[in-house]
């Protein structure tokens, strides 16, 4: 309402004066804009340097330190801590998992995402129409999305329960009993080996949703005369995934991949809360994220964990660029 | 969605041209495929709600029914489990600390980026594009790093003069300011380009008019950003909600714990206590504002949360 009545004082106003183009000192929109400018970045630029951008720098510095956190006083130690994150078997551990979960959890979700946007978007092959979404693909989504919008830590704590022995709740061996397969229970939390595919699992099912419904919206805007044409030409199925649906979609699935890599960095909440701070039996488990907190909050080593971050932040940072890099293709540009 | 798919221009192309000739992919292999199709679709349907309504009839049983019959229904309707959840295991009390900590800082979240993107989006002024990189940057950080000097930092403010005594660590004001901080690169990267849309002849009419700059953005721009500001809002009402690590290294007092920070704790001393029906009721009662939340909004929630890739 508002708008249009503003929109129809412009034009009444355009046709007396020039219109200026922009918002610079001289014009209308210049006058006083720098008190403006400046009142108005205030609070947003100040609150972001104080809290986030200055923790940033302070820990690289810090990094370089012995400080326990618990005293004023510290050393510059040089790389010490470096050093010793380098013959820290645990640190290693934990960027065996980081890497597992960076490279599996994605391709996983991806994948998933990716197969379940196409079948609710152009799944469905009702007669006439060349490409349909099966029937109440909406309720899908809707249903899909849901974890995302879930706290990491009840997420945690369901599949805790479901992982979980048999008397403590554990539905995933409960369900396996029951549909005979008996001998697949295991005590899944209590094996090292499976405790950082457990947290790849519980990842992707928070995450395929997410991805089902951005890769539907991409494939929402591919026009459907493509396929029509396709169909015609006599193309089946498979082939109209790979030749039309996927080359039009990969840079949504590019951008998702980078996006999935960064949040697959992550997994704290999920360890922290599933195998708690020392990353399950034999900490085999760990991520970077909760060795990062242990080291500061548990053993009073901030020293130590600000190194454990710097080497988070240059993986991730690397991960980053590699991705962008090793996944860029010619765009396809759409009719 | 619905209207490209009901276009009235070429509603039926092939079979129009071709009506006797059969239709590729619509057969019976194409109908086999069809409910294999549906059957998938079903399965991770069931894979995705089955986990959260056993949690949800989890919290109405008795512990005794849920170790030894975890699969099975409630007998009855165990309301005490949200009473005991809420008063002996404080969910209660955490509750109402996140409903403090999201009141304040969703709002300003919205406030302070909206006026921080407004300004880079539509001024022209020396160190313009180097304060929005330096807001997108924050996008790709990972927290952890800066957990560490975070925590001295707001432990710091604690000993300001005059607002000292609002801040510091177990401040809801510090956890809100945090939140607002961190929230700060997608909602300004957001907003920037929200803001670029808008027509510039509206802006230029109200400053020709005698609006003030201030009251430019307060009276024209933000009413006509509100779709914008819905969909981030909501973005942010649930990150915060459902926010975890930064509490843990804020809030270390008990009574001042966070939903989700209090359900972890919770969580982490429920095999000590025996009590796991209470814990899948304080869970119920986390999720239920989302839930609500989710529901209401579903299409804003989802437009809001992959506009942030796409863009």
Redesign the interface.
């Known amino acids: 309402m508002t708008q249009t009545g503003l929109a129809g004082a412009a034009q009444s106003k355009d046709v007396r004066r020039p219109r200026p183009k922009r918002a610079r000192a001289g014009s209308p929109m210049g006058r006083g804009k720098y008190p403006f400018i400046l009142a108005f970045l205030l609070p947003p630029v100040g609150l972001y340097l104080l809290y986030m951008l200055s923790p940033y720098v302070q820990a690289i510095q810090i990094s370089f330190t012995d400080w326990s956190g618990l005293t004023s006083s510290y050393n510059f130690i040089g790389f010490d801590n470096y050093v010793r994150m380098w013959n820290d078997d645990q640190i290693w551990t934990a960027v065996r998992n980081n890497l597992i979960l960076l490279l599996v959890v994605p391709v996983l979700t991806l994948f998933l995402g990716l197969f379940f946007a196409s079948m609710l978007n152009v799944g469905g092959r009702s007669k006439g129409a060349a490409v349909t979404g099966v029937r109440g693909s909406s309720i899908y989504k809707v249903v899909y999305f849901f974890p995302m919008v879930l706290s990491v830590v009840v997420v945690g704590i369901i599949f805790k329960y479901v992982f979980a022995p048999e008397t403590a709740g554990g539905i995933l061996n409960s369900t396996l009993s029951t549909i005979g397969l008996g001998g697949l229970t295991q005590l899944w939390l209590g094996e090292p080996r499976f405790l950082i595919w457990i947290v790849v699992v519980v990842m992707t099912w928070g995450f395929v949703g997410f991805y089902v419904v951005l890769f539907s919206a991409a494939m929402q805007s591919i026009p459907k005369d493509i396929y029509e044409a396709a169909l015609l030409d006599g193309a089946n199925r498979m082939t109209t995934f790979r030749k039309i649906t996927l080359p039009l979609v990969w840079d949504t699935v590019q951008v998702g991949w980078v996006y999935m890599a960064i949040q697959a960095m992550d997994g704290f909440a999920v360890v922290h809360i599933m195998l708690g701070i020392n990353g399950g039996v034999d900490g085999a488990g760990d991520v970077l994220g909760v060795a990062i907190y242990r080291a500061a909050f548990a053993s009073s080593r901030f020293g130590y964990a600000a190194a454990i971050g710097v080497l988070m932040l240059i993986l991730t940072m690397t991960i980053a660029i590699l991705f962008m890099r090793g996944l860029r293709r010619e765009k396809v540009e759409l009719a | 969605?619905t209207a490209?798919?009901t276009?009235p221009e070429?509603?039926?192309?092939?079979?129009a041209v071709k009506p006797a000739e059969r239709?590729?992919?619509?057969g019976a292999g194409?109908k086999a495929?069809?409910l294999l199709?549906?059957g998938?679709?079903l399965l991770?349907?069931l894979?995705?709600?089955l986990?959260?309504l056993?949690?949800i009839l989890?919290s109405f049983k008795t512990n005794g029914e849920?170790?030894t019959d975890?699969?099975g229904l409630p007998s009855g309707l165990e309301w005490d489990n949200f009473a005991r959840a809420w008063s002996a295991a404080n969910i209660g009390q955490y509750f109402v600390n996140s409903v403090i900590v999201v009141s304040m800082s969703v709002p300003l979240t919205i406030l302070?980026?909206a006026?921080?993107a407004?300004?880079l989006a539509?001024?022209?002024?020396p160190g313009n594009r180097l304060?929005y990189y330096?807001?997108l940057g924050?996008l790709?950080?990972?927290?952890?790093?800066?957990?560490?000097?975070?925590?001295?930092?707001?432990r710091n403010t604690g000993d300001l003069p005059l607002v000292g005594q609002f801040l510091g660590l177990n401040s809801y004001v510090s956890l809100a300011?945090?939140y607002?901080?961190?929230s700060?690169?997608f909602t300004?990267f957001f907003l920037t380009a929200f803001f670029r849309t808008l027509?510039?002849?509206?802006?230029?009419?109200?400053?020709?008019?005698g609006c003030?700059?201030?009251s430019l953005?307060f009276?024209?721009m933000l009413?006509?950003a509100k779709p914008g500001l819905i969909s981030l809002a909501l973005f942010n009402f649930?990150g915060h909600?459902?926010q975890?690590?930064l509490p843990?290294?804020i809030m270390q007092q008990n009574d001042k714990r966070v939903?989700?920070?209090g359900?972890?704790t919770l969580?982490?001393n429920t095999?000590f206590r025996a009590d796991?029906t209470a814990?899948f009721a304080g869970?119920v009662i986390?999720?239920l504002p989302?839930l609500i939340?989710?529901i209401l909004f579903?299409r804003q929630?989802?437009a809001g949360?992959?506009a942030g890739?796409?863009k």
């Open positions: 969605m490209t798919r276009d070429r509603p039926t192309n092939a079979e239709q590729p992919g619509v194409a495929i069809g199709n549906g998938f679709l991770w349907g894979i995705t709600t986990p959260l056993w949690a989890s849920f170790r975890p699969m302070f980026g006026m921080g407004y300004v539509r001024y022209d002024f304060i330096t807001f924050g790709v950080l990972p927290v952890f790093l800066a957990l560490v000097p975070m925590f001295f930092i707001v300011l945090v607002v901080a961190f700060m690169p300004v027509p510039t002849s509206v802006a230029e009419a109200g400053i020709v008019d003030s700059h201030f953005f009276r024209v009413p006509m649930l909600w459902n975890y690590i843990l290294v939903l989700a920070q359900l972890g969580a982490a095999g796991w814990l869970l986390a999720l989302v939340v989710y579903q929630v989802q949360l992959t890739v796409l």
